[in-house]
């Protein structure tokens, strides 16, 4: 995502390579290798090795290689939310729990059809948590290789908030690939791009702010983290990022006044490496595959929003996959990551491993 260094760098032009012939995916969608069999089965439990903490509610856990589960933070009882019928060929990369607790939308890649591979392009699609109806679409993909990610609802209930990795061909064949945050209500079902050139949308408690990755495909790198009004103004950028090669997952934590983020444990920018112009060289359609934070081995930082040049390391992990959510009194965040289920307070005192986990997804925590 930012200018990238030499390790970095050559890793991504040959994904590039790779990709034309296997199209590849979304960033913070699923992998392109069949997922192993599914850690946790309904109706087990998780040793309730956290009861001194006194969390309340659940955590609905998505994750490519076992679909959608919810966790018991009071039992460590563990029930299924979605079981894919096949989970070689049905991916999961997300999930997000609506404000009413009824019902979650995913981001999903369904069966390819017969003959085809499975990239993990997703969509979106909606579950009911209890496992009650069948899944149905929320929104469909029109280009194979568009996808859908990282949902969200609003606080209301009433619109769920996306990142969507567009791709367009002109009539002379030229293929442009974009980002952009979209939000879609759920009761007309109309969209608005909320913000053009970014992805990683995350939303405040209340509803207000936005917080997001600006990203250009012009030179492959991200320009930068960003808070912005939801109902529109001057973005505030977080210079406090701009010394990581890669940032990704932001989350507001105690009521907004404070972003968590995650990023590579080394900080410090890298020299700027111009992209060879692969896709015109050989004539293949390349999708794209920046290097971020999900994908290298990463911690949580924190920035005061008062203070935006400043970030604070709150933890020493060095894991890959990192993705939170706060909790519904705001005092902690459950986070997932390549290595599995952590809570933590949001100065990052108190660091709790739940439960290992291996493959990424998210975690969203639910009343």
């Known amino acids: 995502?930012?200018?990238?260094?030499?390790?970095?760098?050559?890793?991504?032009?040959?994904?590039?390579?790779?990709?034309?012939?296997?199209?590849?995916?979304?960033?913070?969608?699923?992998?392109?290798?069949?997922?192993?069999?599914?850690?946790?089965?309904?109706?087990?439990?998780?040793?309730?090795?956290?009861?001194?903490?006194?969390?309340?509610?659940?955590?609905?856990?998505?994750?490519?290689?076992?679909?959608?589960?919810?966790?018991?933070?009071?039992?460590?009882?563990?029930?299924?939310?979605?079981?894919p019928g096949d989970p070689s060929q049905e991916w999961v990369q997300a999930a997000a729990a609506a404000p009413d607790g009824r019902q979650a939308v995913i981001a999903y890649a369904p069966p390819p059809r017969n003959g085809e591979v499975q990239f993990g392009y997703t969509e979106l699609w909606l579950i009911a948590l209890d496992g009650s109806l069948a899944p149905r679409p929320f929104i469909r993909r029109q280009d194979p290789r568009e996808s859908y990610f990282t949902p969200s609802w609003t606080p209301d209930g009433k619109a769920v908030l996306y990142a969507h990795l567009t791709r367009t061909e002109s009539a002379s064949g030229e293929v442009a690939y974009g980002y952009q945050i979209e939000r879609k209500a759920v009761d007309d079902g109309s969209t608005a791009v909320i913000?053009?050139?970014?992805?990683?949308?995350?939303l405040s408690p209340q509803g207000d702010r936005l917080a997001y990755v600006a990203f250009s495909f012009a030179d492959a790198t991200d320009s930068g983290l960003f808070v912005t009004a939801t109902a529109g103004g001057q973005p505030l950028r977080l210079p406090a990022a701009d010394t990581f090669p890669a940032v990704d997952a932001p989350l507001f934590v105690d009521a907004?006044?404070?972003?968590?983020?995650?990023?590579?444990?080394?900080?410090?920018?890298?020299?700027?490496?111009?992209?060879?112009?692969?896709?015109?060289?050989?004539?293949?359609?390349?999708?794209?595959?920046?290097v971020?934070?999900?994908?290298?081995?990463?911690?949580?930082?924190?920035?005061?929003?008062?203070?935006?040049?400043?970030?604070?390391?709150?933890?020493?992990?060095?894991?890959t996959g990192l993705?939170?959510?706060?909790?519904?009194?705001?005092?902690?965040?459950?986070?997932?990551?390549?290595?599995?289920?952590?809570?933590?307070?949001?100065?990052?005192?108190?660091?709790?491993?739940?439960?290992?986990?291996?493959?990424?997804?998210?975690?969203?925590?639910?009343p």
Request: aromatic share 10%; hydrophobic share 40%; charged share 15%.
């Open 1 to 83: 995502m930012r200018p990238f260094h030499s390790r970095q760098y050559r890793a991504w032009v040959v994904g590039l390579v790779i990709a034309a012939c296997t199209p590849g995916i979304a960033p913070s969608s699923a992998p392109t290798t069949a997922p192993p069999t599914p850690v946790f089965v309904s109706g087990r439990s998780i040793p309730n090795t956290w009861a001194g903490l006194g969390l309340t509610g659940r955590l609905l856990v998505a994750q490519v290689n076992s679909g959608v589960w919810q966790l018991d933070l009071a039992t460590g009882e563990i029930s299924d939310a979605f079981v």
């Open 195 to 202: 913000v053009a050139d970014a992805y990683w949308p995350g």
């Open 256 to 290: 907004g006044s404070a972003l968590l983020f995650s990023a590579p444990t080394q900080v410090g920018r890298f020299p700027t490496r111009p992209l060879p112009d692969l896709g015109l060289n050989l004539g293949l359609d390349l999708d794209p595959r920046p």
């Open 292 to 319: 971020q934070a999900h994908t290298v081995p990463s911690d949580w930082w924190r920035v005061e929003l008062d203070r935006p040049e400043q970030a604070l390391q709150l933890t020493q992990i060095g894991q």
């Open 323 to 366: 993705f939170g959510s706060a909790s519904p009194d705001g005092q902690w965040i459950a986070f997932g990551s390549d290595a599995g289920i952590y809570v933590m307070r949001t100065d990052g005192t108190q660091l709790t491993q739940l439960a290992p986990l291996g493959g990424s997804g998210s975690v969203d925590w639910i």
